[in-house]
């Protein structure tokens, strides 16, 4: 059967809470409690979208998205009371494409929950990664010799080898090339990579970081992606 957000969480009266908050308002939703029931759930039905705690009674949430990611490109969003920017970034750079902290508005997160599933595709095909990487016209692709896109393939390469980016990092830098030399804000990125105003600034330095990681020679001297102090982004073309 296929739902449009699987939530795998081990505290039974928020999880239950929320999935009846979301099959209220028509957001088809199951709601599992372990890692073990996940890997059950996916074996035999499908979800476009997950909601993934860190903490499971059975397991780690954190290897749960390890392993989801190995056959699935679905957005997955951690919610946990966590709140270290080291568990945010390890989120993050294993597949996860967006963090909340619990406790959650029931409202503020289906409102989020909704936004992402429209920017994916409500038919919730994992395949159709050419609408979750938002590539524009190949045509005008960057390529100054040493970093290159490739909109057609969704690949990018840098100093000699393939990077290493998920489609939400594939379609910030694709946005930034695209407006390269000019200063991009973070509302700007919010609106136009996320395509919401939910996502928080956390989750945008943590993605740029792991973009410099993968294009710079120097991630710490980063000379394609330079921070506008409190302003946003600048992609300087080289």
């Known amino acids: 059967m296929q739902y449009d957000c699987l939530i795998i969480d081990d505290e039974k009266a928020l999880a239950d809470n929320t999935c009846e908050y979301f099959n209220m308002f028509d957001v ?8 073990k029931e996940a890997e059950e759930f996916l074996s035999t039905d499908s979800a476009s979208l997950i909601l993934l705690d860190i903490n ?27 709140n270290t920017d080291d568990d945010k970034i390890i989120a993050l750079n294993i597949g996860g494409d967006d963090y909340i902290e619990k406790p959650y508005s029931l409202g503020v997160l289906l409102a989020k929950v909704r936004v992402v599933l429209k920017r994916f595709g409500s038919s919730g095909d994992a395949t159709n990664t050419s609408t979750a990487s ?22 990018v390469t840098a100093n000699g ?13 694709k946005y930034l090339t695209d407006n390269h030399d000019r200063l991009v804000t973070k509302a700007e990125l919010f609106d136009n990579v996320w395509n919401d105003k939910f996502t928080t600034d956390g989750t945008l330095n943590v993605h740029i ?10 991630p710490q001297n ?10 946003g982004y600048k992609f300087v073309s080289l």
């Not at 397991?59 to 966590?82: M, W, Y």
């Not at 970081?209 to 120097?218: G, L, Y």
């Open 28 to 35: 088809k939703t199951k709601a599992v409690y372990s890692k």
């Open 56 to 82: 499971l009674s059975d397991g780690s949430g954190f290897e749960l998205c390890k392993k989801v990611r190995e056959s699935l490109n679905i957005p997955i969003l951690f919610i946990s009371a966590r």
């Open 134 to 155: 938002g590539a524009g016209d190949t045509s005008k692709d960057y390529d100054d010799g040493n970093l290159k896109l490739d909109s057609l393939n969704k690949v």
């Open 161 to 173: 080898k393939t990077a290493k980016l998920t489609s939400i990092e594939f379609k910030l830098l």
């Open 209 to 218: 970081r792991k973009i410099r990681e993968e294009i710079e020679k120097d």
């Open 222 to 231: 980063p000379k394609y992606i330079v921070t506008v102090w409190k302003e």
